[in-house]
């Protein structure tokens, strides 16, 4: 298929100085859970990005000392000639692709405690370490600039031997040294690096003048700043002295790659912010400098491409996340396959790898961060390996990959669902406010399914066990979801509590099938993720007084992992909510609702009109059950197989059970040993 005309322009080489990117599509560094931990998952990860188009691919931060390291977090490392080995894996994989590689370093200043070199960290003065390690920094003096800039000429040099092609110098998201000194908040000295603007930019500079002296006849040097850290006069702003410093190094750089500050504002979900949301602030950025610009905005339209090119905003398409939901975003639109994008749904997940250190998984993209540990890749499966049939039960998210990527393998596949809708908890998920991204889940299924001559699909209708038995397929996969249960198991009960009173006890599976709503509402949040809080601005939308319960220590503490706890926890203070934290509900009864502390084991009673309990699920594995329980019935069938799959097991998050289902047609007909990981790991060199 043909390229559309109108995207040729994302299409046209851009000199990035001594080097040349063939295209304007850009993977900016982002974090992923494998760094220098897992370098060989790593380099599958990046190396499948420039398969898929990416004309540069960047690393995550990269530490160049040890005075600067972020354990347990698994960031890149780059410390000496010892780690040079694995960057240059790292970059074959990408040049292997005709990508450019682009490496950015860090040192993290007070950001870090240096919990495993036991180093004292450092900046501009002694303040309290970020987090709560009880902790401070060094103030550094004039032989520690000298040693700082003799640490990033070194990183430098290293980084050219391992092959990298653009060499970075960071300050931004609030993480690294160099933007603490150009902070008036960070930096009160009275030397040449503090005081005024120039001062405070001095490191800055000196760090640009130092790699473009290292590296600029063979590297393009590269900055990563942010405009505006959205603090108003307390930071830099777009307005004032985040545009002085473009104005100030205008030329220095090959590059300027521009954000916003700190990192959950410059990833912010699709839940609090759209498409494009930087615009606003880095736009100048391109009026005061002749250098190529790269940005951000979890692009994944081509026409929002487009327009950022066409309007003088941007030089360059930069994204993480789009280009985790689909590595092969740019060949796509090269292709003309506009319908086969998958595009990013904003929810974070991504992010949620980098905070827990594990490798990045994507709720879009299942093969994420298994390109080496399972061989998976985005766009390819293995053809069949025989003429079974597969039925699948349930239509939800581990339904629908489960028959895509099955029906991709060439297997015959029949897709029922009891409902008249397709897509299951994502359907009704995205019913809810600033959840509608999340909706594309099920939309790029469903057009894929749609192309597939050998996927049938029947809705309406229930299955039962005597209908599967009978229906002739060589392997059921049943993928049936859960229920939210209305009895208060979760993770502060464990047991059914007592519910007593008369007052309705309302699920979320409730309220998504318009239940009205008490007018006095308690919502009691066990499971700590989005849920309860998206009902609660239901809830407060339609005008309900609510008191939300919870027997965590902040609102949906799950949620730091996606960078939105704040918002969440602020939206409901904002919108009235009274929020009692470190109770749990222990019982119902005519009185109201009895919690008990935490911390005491006091009890009090709190009025309501009415529970929404947002705790544990029961998976609906009735039918897996049963088939399972006759396997004599099931010979006699003809069914090879019955596999439960999803959250009809194991209740999880959409990203799991697509991941699952992902797996499960993977996997079909090629067992697992259970006795073995199904992936590869990555070992620890042994001297």
């Not at 894996?89 to 870090?112: M, N, R, T, Y």
């Not at 397709?422 to 809810?432: M, N, P, Q």
């Not at 509590?497 to 309302?506: K, M, N, Q, T």
């Not at 939206?571 to 609702?593: N, P, Q, S």
């Amino acid at each position: 298929m043909a390229r559309d005309p109108r995207y040729d322009v994302l299409f046209e080489p851009v000199k990035i100085g001594p080097v040349t990117a063939k295209n304007r599509f850009y993977q900016v560094p982002h974090c992923n859970g494998m760094g220098y931990v897992r370098p060989n998952t790593l380099a599958g990860m990046r190396g499948m990005k420039a398969e898929g188009g990416w004309a540069v691919v960047a690393t995550e931060e990269v530490d160049i000392h040890h005075s600067s390291e972020v354990s347990p977090f698994c960031e890149g490392r780059l410390w000496d000639e010892q780690d040079i080995p694995y960057h240059a894996k790292v970059v074959d994989s990408i040049h292997k692709h005709g990508g450019l590689a682009a490496i950015e370093f860090v040192h993290q200043g007070h950001h870090i405690s240096n919990r495993m070199s036991r180093t004292a960290p450092m900046s501009a003065h002694s303040i309290p370490v970020a987090g709560y390690d009880p902790l401070q920094s060094r103030a550094m003096d004039k032989s520690d600039f000298i040693a700082l800039r003799r640490w990033h000429r070194a990183a430098v040099k290293n980084a050219m031997q391992a092959g990298y092609d653009i060499v970075y110098v960071y300050a931004g998201h609030d993480l690294c040294l160099t933007q603490h000194l150009l902070s008036r908040r960070y930096n009160q000295r009275s030397d040449e690096y503090g005081g005024s603007l120039e001062n405070r930019a001095r490191l800055f500079r000196e760090l640009i003048e130092d790699t473009k002296e290292v590296a600029g006849h063979k590297c393009g040097v590269a900055v990563r700043f942010a405009v505006d850290e959205l603090m108003g006069p307390k930071g830099i702003t777009s307005a004032a002295e985040g545009r002085e410093v473009i104005e100030m190094l205008a030329e220095m750089p090959d590059l300027w790659d521009v954000n916003i500050s700190d990192w959950p504002n410059d990833s912010i979900t699709a839940r609090f912010g759209d498409e494009g949301h930087q615009e606003k602030y880095i736009s100048f950025v391109k009026k005061l400098t002749t250098k190529p610009v790269v940005g951000v905005g979890r692009f994944t339209s081509p026409d929002a491409m487009v327009s950022q090119i066409r309007r003088g905003i941007l030089d360059m398409i930069g994204a993480a996340r789009p280009s985790i939901a689909d590595p092969f975003l740019p060949k796509k639109i090269e292709q003309g396959r506009l319908e086969d994008i998958r595009e990013c749904i904003g929810c974070n997940i991504c992010v949620s790898g980098d905070y827990t250190q594990t490798p990045i998984r994507c709720t879009q993209n299942p093969t994420m961060g298994e390109e080496w540990r399972k061989g998976w890749h985005p766009e390819q499966v293995p053809a069949k390996k025989s003429d079974a049939s597969v039925l699948i039960v349930g239509a939800g998210p581990a339904g629908l990959e489960a028959a895509r990527a099955l029906g991709q393998r060439g297997y015959r596949v029949t897709l029922a669902e009891a409902s008249d809708e397709l897509g299951g908890r994502v359907t009704r998920e995205s019913r809810l406010p600033g959840l509608a991204t999340w909706g594309r889940v099920r939309d790029w299924r469903l057009g894929q399914l749609d192309k597939l001559a050998n996927v049938e699909i029947y809705r309406g209708g229930a299955m039962t066990a005597a209908d599967v038995l009978g229906f002739g397929a060589a392997h059921v996969a049943i993928a049936t979801g859960a229920t939210w249960r209305r009895d208060g198991v979760a993770r502060a009960n464990l047991l059914p509590i007592e519910i007593a009173g008369g007052r309705p006890v309302l699920t979320p599976d409730d309220v998504m099938a318009g239940a009205e709503l008490p007018k006095d509402l308690l919502i009691y949040d066990d499971d700590h993720y989005y849920m309860a809080n998206v009902l609660a601005e239901v809830a407060l939308a339609k005008g309900c007084r609510v008191t939300f319960v919870t027997p965590a220590a902040q609102v949906a503490p799950w949620t730091l992992y996606t960078m939105e706890q704040h918002r969440i926890q602020s939206r409901l203070i904002e919108g009235g909510a009274e929020i009692v934290m470190k109770h749990a509900l222990t019982a119902v009864t005519a009185a109201g609702a009895v919690v008990t502390c935490e911390y005491t084991g006091r009890e009090r009673t709190l009025a309501c009109d009415g529970l929404l309990l947002v705790t544990a699920r029961l998976p609906n594995d009735a039918l897996a059950r049963d088939l399972k329980a006759d396997a004599a019935a099931l010979e006699r069938a003809g069914i090879r197989s019955v596999t439960a799959l999803a959250d009809a097991v194991a209740p999880s998050t959409i990203a799991a059970a697509v991941y699952d289902g992902h797996r499960y047609a993977r996997e079909i007909e090629d067992p697992v040993d259970p006795d073995r990981a199904p992936f590869r790991r990555e070992h620890a060199t042994v001297f």
